[in-house]
DNA sequence: TTAGCTGCAAATTATTTGCATTCCG
DNA sequence: CGGAATGCAAATAATTTGCAGCTAA
């Protein structure tokens, strides 16, 4: 699926829910797309969308995700360090696409696999919960950081 | 392990570090241990420890929970809610303890399974990644909120 | 027309920091 | 004494909100 129907999809979806597809949220959903394991911050989605919308305006990019995220078309990670990041959601990959965390330097990767089909299914048997998605996080030391940490 | 045990453990972690075991801190960790799976947020633990230390200040909770953090007496955790929320890390049980959020009435509750060891020795062998910890939370619908849904 | 959207500025909220003071090894 | 820790108040930083004007079905 190419990026113009990714987005005729999106804006079938927002009008679905009486929304538009306003040139803001087109621009923000361009820089998701162009990004697309940028993890970013809502500070450099709205850096990058004034490249091509100079005059937009930081609460529209706030109010676009927020209306984005309700709708399923992005995912909004935390890492704990004090803002959210957004990604799009891949219907898909999204469920296999887990982060790898350095605590050394911060880089965040990415590790793509099904890891948690099964324990889904008993997760919904054991503990009587529907699960809809997860987050899965590993922390540790790229490869980099720990050839530092064994000079030191 | 009881807890004037664990509270030792503490003392004498903290003043390997140049630190002290503070009544203040000590207050914040009694919190927290009576709290066993509460994920409190700053402001509930400082309300707390105000009863047991009247005089205590929000930012000395923060500066307690920051140092506990880097000592991994203390584990911060982020819902995207806007605030984090912190618990004691128990250092076995943690690994093998995770959420279950739900979308509908926001109820957290916990899982516990060691459902990763083998996934992070894949990590590290795919991936050129030293995983020292996880984060792993699903969400979707507890029992209550699936059966509001279906009256819907 | 009117509901949906916008930019801007002001407000809010969680968290951090500066500082004078106090505590303890 | 001197580093560590504290409470308070002020500062920051991310995000949200109020509002008046704009836009498109």
């Known amino acids: 699926m190419n990026k113009k129907q990714v987005m005729e999809d999106i804006r079938r979806h927002l009008e679905e829910n009486s929304s538009r597809l306003t040139p803001q949220r087109e621009a923000v959903i361009q820089v998701l797309m162009s990004h697309d394991a ?79 089909g099964d324990i889904e299914a008993r997760i919904a048997e054991e503990a009587d919960f529907e699960v809809t998605d997860h987050c899965l996080r590993f922390f540790g030391y790229c490869s980099k950081c720990r050839s530092h940490k064994e000079d030191a």
Chains 1, 2 share one sequence.
Do not use: M
């Open 38 to 116: 940028g993890h970013l911050s809502a500070e450099e989605i709205y850096l990058h969308t004034k490249k091509l919308l100079p005059e937009i305006g930081l609460a529209t990019v706030y109010r676009s995700l927020e209306l984005l995220e309700k709708l399923s078309v992005v995912y909004k990670l935390e890492y704990g360090d004090g803002q959210s990041r957004y990604e799009l959601v891949r219907s898909n990959e999204e469920h296999y696409h887990h982060h790898l965390i350095c605590q050394g330097c911060g880089a965040i990767s990415e590790f793509n696999d099904d890891l948690l």
